[in-house]
């Protein structure tokens, strides 16, 4: 769908009453989504898998830890992972919207103990169909709301969706609340989302929006705080995070991203930073409190 499009689509959502613009939004998506539950959770394996490679050289050992999930998305696949891959004690994971439905739940229970040779048994009075180990909170705000003091804090393309004074608040309650050496692990995608949809335009074209000109174009259901990774890190060290790990891909020179890239007049908030630093991307980093 041509970005133009899918943004006039998700600005006519928004003179919707609240929940029933939710409610239009998920059906749009779903239309629109052709994607089995198999190919889904193949995306996220990948996650999984760089996750323990990484985790491995590090000699970090999430056996019997307990983790905090925040943005749980549709179904709960990173969860698992940590509990049957990673052997984690518990995970809660938590979620802005209400996303999980007992069905997909159900149908993920049965491909994830087929494909990855386990016993996941739905709890019979859980309202999702979740295993023991794995609790879901919905509708709830990180940033406002209590949060669990747990071994490990995750986060999945979720940071780049956040308000970058929400990002700096939620890290600073981590390092006030949680105990001395707590993990924090993030992936994070920085790119513009309506390149997602539109291979016409660059990964970085909202870059060339001022704040003003952004905030009339992005509407909530595709919200980007445009952080580049050293407004990321700026903030992690701010807060008093040591980093562990960093690891990223930038656009490379030749490619069709890199000559898409070269076109966007770029607004002089981002003229300071080098292309690397612009068009880094599939970031993992792994901080220590």
Known sequence: MNHKLKTFLFKSLT????????????????????TTLEDRL??????Y??????????????KDRTVFEFGSGWFPAMP????????????MTFDINEHFQRKTVLELNAIFSKKYDCNIKDQANNKYGLPKGIEYFPNY???TQDIPVV??????????????????????KIINQFKKGTYVIHFISPSDLRQHNDNTISQQEFLKYSKLEWENIRTKFDYHNRL????????????????VHLEYESTKVGSKQYDLFKKVNLHEDYIKYST???????ILVILKS
């Open 80 to 91: 698992y992972f940590f509990k049957y891959k990673f052997k984690t004690r518990n995970v």
């Open 151 to 172: 071994d490990v804090v995750f986060s999945r393309y979720v940071l780049s969706h956040m308000k970058e004074i929400d990002v700096i608040g939620f890290h600073n």
């Open 49 to 62: 898998l760089r996750l323990n490679a990484i985790l491995d050289k590090l000699e970090i050992d999430l």
């Open 15 to 34: 003179l919707l009453p609240n929940k029933v613009d939710d409610y239009f939004y998920h059906k749009i998506q779903m239309f629109f989504d052709k």
């Open 276 to 282: 690397e630093e612009l068009t880094a991307g599939n």
């Open 42 to 47: 193949k995306s996220v394996e990948s996650t």
């Open 141 to 143: 705000n990180i940033v």
């Open 228 to 243: 580049r990774l050293p407004q990321f890190l700026e903030i992690f060290n701010t807060c008093g995070f040591e980093l």
